[in-house]
């Protein structure tokens, strides 16, 4: 097992997904970038009192993103981990596992939301100690939800502070992603809708929240394969 730190964490992720981008980018926008697009075009928004949410907002919004954004993340960990494989390699190896880590992120997330829910800190213990090396644990080595669990624990055992570390700074990072391509996405809409091209402001403000959940889809999953690979040496 090699030492993590956060510099190390951000120049191993880095250095995966720039080494491929264009590929892996391709590869995980049909299930992140155009999702997300055509929720933001076609589907009611939310409103502003969350109780008034209906079953079909909640599945559109929140459900079909979380299932189908899942798969993409598979998918990207498998060419991650092994660059030499096609996308239909990665996929043929990705959708077995999908139903499996599905009920790993399920099971992570109770204890993650009760710690949450105490202060916190706990819940990002427990997520970076059980759920964020789920996906790279799952595609390299396989095993039942339970036992990835229990690997993702073990593994993460020597790391446990540089992940946290790094977790915080991704939702840092998550947070100004998500600003500018807001920014840029509202900076095309103002000058669409003063041209009267309402239409294409829409297209363009929903584009960059597609291209958002993109980047931090690939960049996930980047994470959590670079740090397998250093903590399962």
Do not use: H
Not at 65 to 85: C, E, K, M, S
């Amino acid at each position: 097992m090699q030492r993590l730190s956060v510099p190390a964490i951000w120049d191993g992720m880095t250095g995966m997904v720039l080494g491929d981008l264009s590929r892996l980018f391709f590869v995980a926008a049909p299930f992140t970038l155009l999702p997300s697009v055509a929720v933001q075009l076609f589907v009611p928004p939310l409103p502003a009192n969350l109780s008034e949410i209906s079953g079909q907002q909640f599945a559109w919004m929140v459900l079909l993103p979380f299932l189908i954004g899942n798969l993409a993340q598979l998918v990207v960990t498998a060419l991650l981990l092994r660059p030499d494989i096609t996308p239909r390699d990665a996929f043929a190896r990705a959708v077995p596992l999908w139903l499996p880590y599905l009920a790993v992120l399920l099971l992570a997330s109770v204890p993650v939301s009760l710690g949450v829910l105490a202060l916190i800190v706990p819940g990002l213990f427990l997520y970076v100690r059980l759920a964020f090396l789920g996906s790279a644990v799952i595609v390299a080595e396989g095993g039942a939800p339970l036992d990835v669990l229990k690997r993702s624990w073990a593994l993460s055992e020597g790391g446990q502070g540089a992940l946290m570390l790094f977790a915080i700074v991704a939702i840092f990072g998550v947070i100004g992603v998500l600003m500018l391509t807001s920014l840029a996405g509202a900076a095309v809409d103002v000058v669409a809708r003063l041209a009267g091209l309402e239409g294409i402001g829409r297209f363009a403000v929903a584009l960059a929240g597609g291209i958002a959940s993109t980047i931090v889809a690939i960049a996930g999953a980047a994470a959590s394969a670079f740090c397998w690979r250093q903590l399962a040496r």
